[in-house]
């Protein structure tokens, strides 16, 4: 139980574009999700905090203009990564719990690498 | 706020052999602490965690980690590991008062055979 899906696993596309990536939780509903971004070698930084139904929470220093995250309903949340660049390549991963309570693990889905040329 | 280390970036061990993976924290506030495994390019799986109660916890995979409140650590454990076993190792932690995960740098194992 407890499946997350992340969609696409990987995108390559041209400086300027837009890229959407999808995060489902596909067997339990959940009120929060998270996303993540992650560089080679290195730990997840958590960009922001996405709770159904209302405005997310962005950390310090992430652009929300630029990384738009739209939670719709309990099994889906989508990062928006607007007019992207070269700089904003990397591996981003979202998690979704399955509660509210802070002692519920978080679930994380595979990943999607992206690439901007 | 909570933080977490993990003193060993790069861990090799022989196959077959037990390993130790180490993880300290701080915090303020009791919090809930939590070991992920990370394959190639791939999300992060949860091996194990600790909530409450008994202080040694088993996960999956034949992995266990301790739970020591006076050292404020939870290192990870298993007493042989596999070639399979290579992978990023990430400890994590939530304050029993918030949402958030506060994960360490990682620590990669890498099983020779």
């Known amino acids: 139980g407890a499946v997350v899906s992340q969609h696409p696993s990987w995108v390559i596309c041209k400086s300027g574009t837009s890229v959407k990536i999808e995060c489902r939780s596909l067997d339990f509903q959940a009120t929060t999700m998270f996303w993540y971004r992650q560089f080679p070698k290195q730990s997840l930084m958590l960009m922001a905090t996405?709770?159904?139904?209302?405005?997310?929470?962005?950390e310090q220093g992430v652009e929300k203009d630029k990384f738009l995250i739209n939670h719709a309903s309990l099994t889906l949340s989508t990062l928006t990564v607007t007019s992207a660049h070269p700089e904003d390549s990397s591996f981003y991963i979202c998690s979704a719990k399955t509660g509210t309570a802070s002692n519920q693990p978080q679930h994380f889905g595979d990943g999607t690498r992206l690439s901007i040329l | 706020a909570q933080s977490v280390t993990q003193l060993d970036s790069q861990v090799p061990v022989f196959e077959e052999a037990p390993v130790e993976l180490r993880c300290n924290y701080s915090s303020s506030v009791s919090v809930y602490l939590f070991w992920y495994v990370q394959y190639p390019n791939q999300g992060l799986q949860l091996l194990l965690k600790?909530?409450?109660?008994?202080?040694l916890v088993k996960g999956i995979n034949g992995f266990e980690a301790e739970f020591n409140k006076s050292q404020t650590s939870f290192h990870l454990r298993k007493p042989s590991v596999h070639i399979s076993d290579t992978a990023e190792y990430f400890c994590a932690v939530s304050a029993n008062t918030g949402n958030q995960f506060y994960f360490g740098t990682g620590t990669s194992l890498t099983v020779i055979p």
């Open positions: 996405s709770n159904e139904g209302s405005k997310a929470t962005y």
């Open positions: 600790y909530l409450s109660g008994s202080t």
